[in-house]
């Protein structure tokens, strides 16, 4: 009983996950390639532009009504990686986001962004450790089956991705990296 249990759970929330094309049209940002100065954070000891780049999202999967955006670094010397952007409740007639979306005012009508690891409600860029091997940065676009997620106004980035990830139904991934 037990055993059925756990399986059912983790289809649930594993599901059928289609995958998705995520791309940038910006020259220097793209799949498996080190990112450029300007997503590199402003603070912290960075000094980029901590700009967010272009993302542009194609052939979702039908069912989608929202999409949610994240930003992880696994390779963050914290035990549990870093959140760098938490995004959600974008709407379905977004098939992407401009460079520096990730200021409140350039996000499209009625999305919300969660508190990053570095407590803004923001994108906050690449700063990893000086001489630290090059970091990767996960840019994840969900492709989700409700219109809003509802999580509380002050969730934590775990709480909004346990909710992203229990509404999935699609996905797709861009990785770059970045060292200092």
């Known amino acids: 009983m037990k055993r059925l249990l ?17 791309s940038s049209p910006d020259p220097e940002v793209k799949n498996g390639k080190p990112m450029p100065k300007p997503q590199e954070y ?5 000094n980029g532009d901590n ?3 272009e993302l ?4 979702v999967p039908a069912g989608t009504k929202s999409f949610a955006v994240t930003v992880y670094d696994p390779d963050a010397p914290t ?3 870093f959140w760098h952007w938490v995004a959600y409740d974008i709407p379905l007639s977004a ?9 409140k005012a350039q996000m499209p009508i009625g999305s919300k962004q969660g508190r990053n690891d570095f407590g803004e409600r923001s994108f906050s860029g690449a700063c990893p450790p000086v001489g630290d091997r090059p970091h990767h940065y996960i840019f994840t676009v969900h492709a989700l089956k409700v219109d809003k997620l509802n999580v509380p106004e002050d969730a934590s980035a775990a709480l909004i991705g346990f909710n992203i990830i229990a509404n999935r139904i699609g996905l797709a991934k861009m990785t770059t990296t970045y060292s200092r």
């Open 6 to 22: 756990l399986i059912a759970v983790a289809t649930i929330f594993a599901g059928n996950v289609l995958a998705f094309d995520l």
């Open 42 to 46: 402003k603070g912290f000891g960075c």
């Open 51 to 53: 700009l967010s780049p």
């Open 56 to 59: 542009v999202w194609k052939d």
């Open 79 to 81: 035990g549990s990686g």
């Open 95 to 103: 098939s992407g986001l401009p460079a520096g979306a990730g200021f």
